[in-house]
Structures are given as structure tokens and as C-alpha cells.
């Protein structure tokens, strides 16, 4: 199965909004609500931000949102802050009628 | 709190085996799926494979089939990872995370924190 399709970086000022995509096919990111967001800073293991499209887990801020239209989810982080400058993965159910996950290609979020 | 504990960094020859081990505390082994993922340096997530710790069984992706075994020990709540005829392309962080639904929803929501595995002659 081939990787999510997401844009390589994106940028936003302190307390602006910045929107992620995440494009895969109807087989995967459109045929199920199976699409999780993960946030990794340099040096660090990923951290789960939102899982089944757009629930979040405790802890995780509610400036972060996941939505999903068709073929393609996204993840919209509200009131940019310093420590969201990270890497951004998306991931989803690979379509495949088994356990395969498949992972976006990443996002660089800088915070200018 | 759920954690997972993952030996350490590996150094191997080209078409050697690694073998990492992640062990699991503060939650029932058992109940939830752990899942591989790599990363290369400076490259993207990659998932390579889960196991149900419950029953054993295994799932890899396609491209680690026949190369990549995965398993566990209930009684440390420990799970394996072993990559044989390893190449140059395998150098990478190799994290295992677990699954976070008591079902299977293709998601982890608890990480280690990464074995580095350097392959080089």
C-alpha cells in the first residue's frame, strides 16, 4: 500500500490556526474512520493527538482538531503555540482487509 | 501509568539479526496489541508489524515478510522484535507502541522511547 499524501511543511504565526491534510483513497482513509494524528518533536517518540478521526486523548489540548472529508483528513491546530512546532504524521487503516497501518509522508508545522 | 521500557541500541554487521525487546507495565499485557514502527534517519514512520499478545498471533507488512518475527513472553510482558539479513536501508529507531483500543483500531497511544539499530560493515 502506498504512503498518506501530506504536504511536506506549513507555517503559522503565535496564535494563528494552521490545517494539516492527508489524502489517501477511498480503500483506506475514505473507507474507514480509522485515521490517527501524531505529534513528534526532534528526538523524541511520537505522541498520539488524535485518534478515529477527531476524538482526542486526556491530556492532549482541545486547540487540536481532526476532521475528515472523503478521502481526505486533516488536522487543524487553533492558536499556534511555540511547543506545536513539531513533525505531524497522519495514519490510518490500510485498506487492505487486514492489520496494516499506513502513515502520511509528514508534516513540518514551523511556528513563525 | 502505562509504560514501555525498550532495550538498548543495537550496532550489527550487514545480513546479521537484531533483536529488540519492549517491556511492557501498568496496564494487562494481554488485553491490547503492540505494534512495530521504524524510523530512518531524517525519513518518515514506518509500520512494520503487531502481534496480539493474547494469542500470539502476528501481522507484518508486506515488505518485512519473511524477514521479521515478532513475539512475546506473558510472563514478563515483554515483546519481541528480531529482523534478520539486515541491510544498510535498516538503520533506523525502532519503536514499539501500543495498540490504543482493547479492539484493534489502528491507532497507538502509548510509544517507547526507541532502540537505535545502526547496520555498517
Known amino acids: 500500500q502506498s504512503a498518506l499524501t501530506q504536504p511536506p511543511s506549513a507555517s503559522g504565526s503565535p496564535g494563528q490556526s494552521v490545517t494539516i491534510s492527508c489524502t489517501g483513497t477511498s480503500s483506506d482513509v475514505g473507507d474507514h474512520n480509522y485515521v490517527s494524528w501524531y505529534q513528534q518533536h526532534p528526538g523524541k517518540a511520537p505522541k498520539l493527538m488524535i485518534y478515529?478521526?477527531?476524538k482526542r486523548p486526556s491530556g492532549v489540548p482541545d486547540r487540536f482538531s481532526g476532521s475528515k472529508s472523503g478521502n481526505t483528513a486533516s488536522l487543524t491546530v487553533s492558536g499556534l503555540q511555540a511547543e506545536d512546532e513539531a513533525d505531524y504524521y497522519c495514519?490510518?487503516?490500510?485498506?487492505?482487509?487486514?492489520?496494516?497501518?499506513?502513515f502520511g509522508g509528514g508534516t513540518k508545522v514551523t511556528v513563525l | 501509568q502505562v509504560q514501555l521500557v525498550q532495550s538498548g541500541a543495537e550496532v550489527k554487521k550487514p545480513g546479521a539479526s537484531v533483536k529488540v525487546s519492549c517491556r511492557a507495565s501498568g496496564y494487562t499485557f494481554t488485553s491490547y496489541y503492540m505494534h512495530w514502527v521504524r524510523q530512518a534517519p531524517g525519513q518518515g514512520l514506518e509500520w512494520m508489524g503487531v502481534i496480539n499478545p493474547y494469542r500470539g498471533g502476528t501481522s507484518f507488512a508486506q515488505k518485512f515478510q519473511g524477514r521479521l518475527t515478532i513475539m512475546r513472553d506473558t510472563s514478563t510482558s515483554t515483546v519481541y522484535m528480531e529482523l534478520s539479513s539486515l541491510r544498510s536501508e535498516d538503520t533506523a529507531i525502532y519503536y514499539c507502541a501500543k495498540e490504543g483500543s482493547d479492539d484493534y483500531y489502528y491507532y497507538m497511544d502509548v510509544w517507547g522511547k526507541g532502540t537505535t539499530v545502526t547496520v555498517s560493515s
Open positions: 478515529e478521526v477527531n
Open positions: 495514519s490510518s487503516y490500510a485498506g487492505n482487509n487486514n492489520f496494516d497501518v499506513v
